[in-house]
């Protein structure tokens, strides 16, 4: 669904990141032993990220803010407090359990992550918050979520050229924002203070400025999967604080 777009982009810089993939073997050639104990270590690391009881790596109490009804989750894990550098996983809910779908390197605020977010402080907020709104510069690439086309969420071209392109896709964190709107409406419902504008968007290599970035192919994955129906929600946070 596409939807006309806000007047002014309110955004942040952001990163760049490489597309992980998982390694199998196969025993062509092989010694039967060893390929029976590489087939056998392939099933565990399959094991280990299908039919999860939980999201890896969250604690309790965020853990207890993913909605019943999320059958989707984004989870940002941010390699420190005061790091840049994060890993995206889409995990999928069938029944009463999880599958890991995709995994991403990403970037994340600049100066790292805070519970306590405030604009302009160049950190990523810590939390569980919904996935509700898309859109981008570039035209819809099938989404599931409404998407709204708007040359006012283009990046200022009087931004470094690196960073043209962060916004040709981007997906709202519902973070002091009015959900049902286009990413870049402007309304702070908490204030000006506590920032907004929180997207998941394309990457250009290094820290955002509170955003999470990621590669192209991966916003592409994420706006063709991620589902209004499914009740999508990102988890993010420094791995500390999302283990807390």
Not at 86 to 97: A, H, K, N, W
Not at 135 to 164: F, H, M, N, T, V
């Amino acid at each position: 669904m596409r939807r006309a777009g806000a007047v002014r982009v309110v955004a942040s810089a952001a990163a760049c990141g490489v597309l992980l993939t998982t390694l199998t073997s196969c025993g062509d050639g092989q010694d039967p032993k060893k390929s029976d104990t590489r087939s056998a270590g392939a099933q565990k690391d399959k094991a280990q990220t299908t039919g999860l009881k939980r999201i890896p790596d969250v604690g309790d109490r965020l853990q207890s803010r993913i909605p019943a009804g999320s059958r989707q989750v984004v989870a940002v894990y941010g390699m420190g407090k005061n790091s840049p550098d994060s890993t995206v996983v889409l995990y999928t809910r069938t029944g009463s359990t999880w599958d890991k779908n995709a995994g991403w390197k990403a970037h994340n605020g600049r100066k790292g992550w805070t519970a306590d977010h405030h604009e302009d402080d160049k950190r990523s907020p810590v939390g569980v918050f919904t996935l509700t709104d898309a859109g981008g510069a570039l035209p819809d690439p099938g989404a599931l979520l409404p998407y709204s086309e708007s040359a006012a969420i283009q990046a200022p071209r009087y931004w470094a050229k690196p960073y043209w392109h962060d916004f040709d896709y981007v997906i709202a964190i519902d973070y002091n924002r009015v959900k049902g709107t286009a990413p870049n409406d402007p309304t702070r419902p908490e204030g000006q203070s506590k920032g907004g504008s929180i997207w998941l968007h394309m990457d250009h290599g290094s820290g955002t400025s509170a955003c999470v970035s990621l590669p192209k192919a991966a916003m592409v994955k994420l706006l063709r999967t991620l589902d209004p129906k499914q009740n999508p929600v990102v988890v993010m946070g420094d791995r500390a604080a999302l283990k807390a």
